[in-house]
């Protein structure tokens, strides 16, 4: 097979078939199918970038999205901490109730952040990788699996034990080199389009499989990564796991198809289609926002005096769009109960909703810019 080829093991007594890679670049069959999903996403990313530079305050637009992003890909392995869960978490609201699990999703939004602010400055290598893992199980499950360490023991996907498991991914003594590899093909100069060399990374990463845990989160994060080391995005606007939860089983048929039937162009027509269909999602959610922004602004314009100070507010709800009187009068300067005041507007307006329900210590979100991400 042009994938890899698997291989018998033997641990103490115990017999498996383990899957070692082939070496990338893997060989397309470039169909008119494919050909024209490559179009099609090429075309949707570009109309993305482009969008880019309308939004009011693209970085508050990115921060959302991270955190959608990082909330769906942790749903696709398990967890059950939800996109209120984490903003009630990053707006540190003592009183918002927030599940145990959404540690999982913090780590990831720091991993995305640690990641883009090093490309700045450092290549998307296994070094980098390993920073990232580390954040990403630092405190959490998983974290007694070897953070930012490859793997030295044998893992798997599926099944209580090895001899059942659904997939048994590289062994650890062909790691290395199979990973240096990827990191060559990372930064190779061939002509092979950035979204299929994408498409080729994920799969590949995943088929390795290099840590004890969190290979799924660390591949998805590669996605992003790489097209923006790449400049095909100028900012980080694209994130598939919504798609990849939305199609769930399809996207681990897909991928398991790579090792288990040679069809590469299956995965790669799967992975195109999601990142045209994404594109094209982000593209709406920005023309929402931007007209969301400014049919609030002209409502905020009627206050009169308090104007200004609401503006302030309001702004200050495009990066956390959760706060409470405290926030209020720490942004506007605004003594109790003047800032009440300015909120109790906000909500006649409907731009805030409280969602406490107490008399005291309440607490508001932006709900309609909150329901354009969830």
């Known amino acids: 097979m042009r994938s890899g080829k698997y291989i018998n093991q033997l641990k103490d007594e115990v017999r498996y078939k383990a899957f070692v890679p082939n070496q990338l670049p893997f060989k397309i069959n470039a169909d008119e199918e494919l050909q024209g999903l490559l179009s099609r996403a090429d075309l949707a990313l570009g109309r ?46 003592k009183d918002l109730e927030t599940r ?73 003594q062909e790691v290395m080199p199979m990973l240096d590899n990827l990191e060559k093909f990372l930064h190779n100069n061939s002509r092979t389009p950035v979204l299929i060399k994408t498409g080729l990374i994920h799969s590949q990463f995943e088929n390795i499989h290099p840590f004890l845990d969190g290979n799924g989160r660390i591949g998805r994060l590669l996605i992003t990564f790489y ?99 405290k926030d209020v009068e720490r942004i506007t300067e605004l003594k109790n109960p003047n800032a009440l005041s300015l909120i109790n507007k906000l909500v006649n307006l409907g731009i805030l909703k409280e969602i406490t329900g107490k008399k005291r210590n309440k607490v508001f979100r932006y709900q309609n810019y909150v329901n354009l991400f969830d």
Request: aromatic share 10%.
């Open 100 to 172: 145990k699990d959404v540690d999982e999703i913090s780590n990831y939004i720091q991993a995305m952040n640690y990641g883009l602010e090093r490309l700045k400055t450092f290549p998307l290598s296994l070094r980098l990788i390993k920073e990232i893992h580390r954040i990403l199980l630092q405190g959490v499950r998983g974290e007694h699996r070897e953070p930012g360490e490859f793997k030295k023991s044998q893992n798997w996907v599926g099944g209580s034990t090895i001899e059942r498991a659904s997939f048994v991914p590289c062994p650890p």
């Open 227 to 325: 097209l923006c080391q790449q400049k095909t995005l100028d900012k980080p606007l694209l994130y598939l796991s919504l798609f990849f939860k939305k199609h769930r089983q399809e996207y681990y048929d897909r991928l398991n198809a790579v090792h288990e039937k040679d069809d590469i162009e299956g995965w790669l027509k799967f992975f195109l289609d999601g990142i045209a269909l994404t594109a094209n999602q982000a593209i709406e959610t920005s023309k929402k926002i931007i007209k969301l922004k400014e049919e609030d602004t002209k409502k905020i314009s009627t206050l009169g005096r308090s104007t200004s100070k609401a503006i302030l507010v309001f702004n200050y709800l495009f990066h956390t769009p959760i706060l409470t009187i």
């Open 48 to 93: 993305l970038d482009g969008i880019a530079e309308t939004l009011p305050d693209v970085d508050f637009f990115i921060l959302m999205y991270i955190r959608k992003e990082a909330t769906l890909s942790n749903q696709v392995e398990g967890t059950q901490a939800t996109f209120a869960d984490v903003l009630n978490a990053a707006a540190k609201v």
